[in-house]
């Protein structure tokens, strides 16, 4: 019994005067990290039973996580961006010619008319210019090019097609940037600013429209805002030159300049037969005056 005490009474002074080591200490918690750290790794290799297969959480409800749709991916610039003027530098842009609005009055529907060649035409977009200087023509909505025209009365026209039936026009261009059936982010350049023989007093110029179901809308009421603010618009299969020309007001413009133009013929006429009519008498005066003597 007292030799067993002796040995346990000598193993407890070993121990302690290990621990009365100055790396005893260290050395215990360092074998302890490795022992944790390897259990850990131990632990999450039986957790992946060393598949690198993804899993499958399944479908739930209203969202949520792993969730299929069968709807297709629709762009999310397309329905965030906000219309945009179609220059760099909008501050410095001029409008030439603002759109015929059929609601705005006399004063200013008369001021977006264009007259070509004695016929009336109403401004189905917005001219802007550089005051004469040359500039690009960026795209204001992000789309697809969908047409390219050269047209020698409208300039050159490029179309951008984009969501819900809405179209964007840029005509009086020059030196098209694009091609049919790209691509385009908005602010992408698309042409130069050219010259139009409809409009040839706003000199260098492009010409912007926007059509939701080929209805031209006023662009000015859209500027930063997004395209879902356009209204429906009812359909137009017609002929859009045919919608432009002699629109109410101007035709009875013209009523009245052909009234003015029958006043002043009539006018002239009994200024004439008066003339006559005092020729003839003083004519008639020479006679008698002849015969009497």
Do not use: C
């Amino acid at each position: 019994m007292r030799e067993e005490e002796k040995k346990r009474s000598s193993q407890l002074n070993s121990f302690r005067a290990f621990l009365k080591k100055r790396w005893a200490y260290p050395a215990i918690y360092l074998a302890s990290a490795a022992i944790i750290v390897t259990a850990i790794l131990w632990y999450q290799s039986l957790g992946n039973d060393g598949s690198d297969e993804p899993q499958d959480f399944g479908s739930a409800e209203n969202g949520a996580v792993g969730q299929k749709y069968d709807d297709p991916a629709i762009p999310v610039n397309s329905l965030d961006e906000l219309f945009q003027v179609p220059v760099s530098n909008p501050e410095g842009v001029v409008i030439e010619k603002e759109f015929y609005d059929s609601e705005a009055s006399e004063e200013e529907q008369e001021a977006a008319i264009l007259v070509y060649n004695n016929t009336y035409y109403e401004n189905e977009g917005i001219d802007y210019s550089m005051e004469g200087d040359e500039f690009d023509v960026l795209a204001a909505l992000s789309g697809t090019v969908s047409s390219i025209e050269e047209d020698s009365l409208l300039g050159n026209s490029i179309e951008v097609e984009h969501e819900d039936g809405v179209v964007t026009r840029y005509q009086s261009v020059k030196d098209p940037a694009v091609s049919v059936g790209d691509e385009v982010k908005q602010g992408d350049i698309l042409a130069k600013a050219g010259q139009s023989q409809l409009n040839e007093e706003a000199g260098t110029h492009v010409h912007f429209e926007i059509r939701k179901n080929n209805v031209a809308v006023n662009p000015k009421e859209y500027i930063n805002k997004p395209l879902s603010a356009i209204k429906e618009q009812p359909s137009n299969d017609g002929d859009e030159v045919d919608q432009r020309l002699n629109p109410p007001k101007l035709e009875e413009i013209e009523q009245e300049q052909r009234e003015s133009n029958s006043n002043t013929g009539d006018s002239s006429d009994s200024t004439d037969s008066s003339e006559d009519t005092d020729g003839s008498d003083e004519g008639n005066n020479d006679e008698a005056d002849s015969s009497g003597e």
